[in-house]
């Protein structure tokens, strides 16, 4: 059964740092290109970070220098390591595969506030 089960969201003031894993049960895990993906009440999805099975990394120009993906194969786990948070990240935060995208997860929720 394909499940994508996001956690780390919580509550945190401006400037602070969260780090957000999602276990995937999808075939293949190594092989995919892995993303984060958030979506602000109102918004539409973004994708704001990916990782290739090779591990190249590319992020949107909003996170850039602040956020950083990374992947454990082995326990077909994604993380995304994010400081220096800013109250424009507040959103509700999912993982998938862009290229080869799954059922969506619950997603965990960001909250950037003082």
């Known amino acids: 059964q394909v499940q994508l089960v996001e956690s780390g969201g919580g509550l945190v003031q401006p400037g602070g740092s969260l780090r957000l894993s999602c276990v995937a049960s999808?075939?293949?895990?190594?092989?995919?290109?892995m993303g984060w993906y958030r979506q602000a009440a109102g918004k539409q999805r973004e994708l704001v970070a990916r990782?290739?099975?090779?591990?190249?990394?590319n992020y949107a120009d909003s996170v850039k220098g602040r956020f950083t993906i990374s992947r454990d194969n082995a326990k077909n786990t994604v993380y995304l390591q994010m400081n220096s948070l800013k109250p424009e990240d507040t959103a509700v935060y999912f993982c998938?595969?862009?290229?080869?995208?799954?059922?969506w997860g619950q997603g965990t929720q960001v909250t950037v506030s003082s």
């Open positions: 999808v075939s293949g895990f190594r092989l995919r290109t």
């Open positions: 990782i290739t099975s090779g591990g190249i990394t």
């Open positions: 998938n595969a862009p290229l080869s995208p799954v059922d």
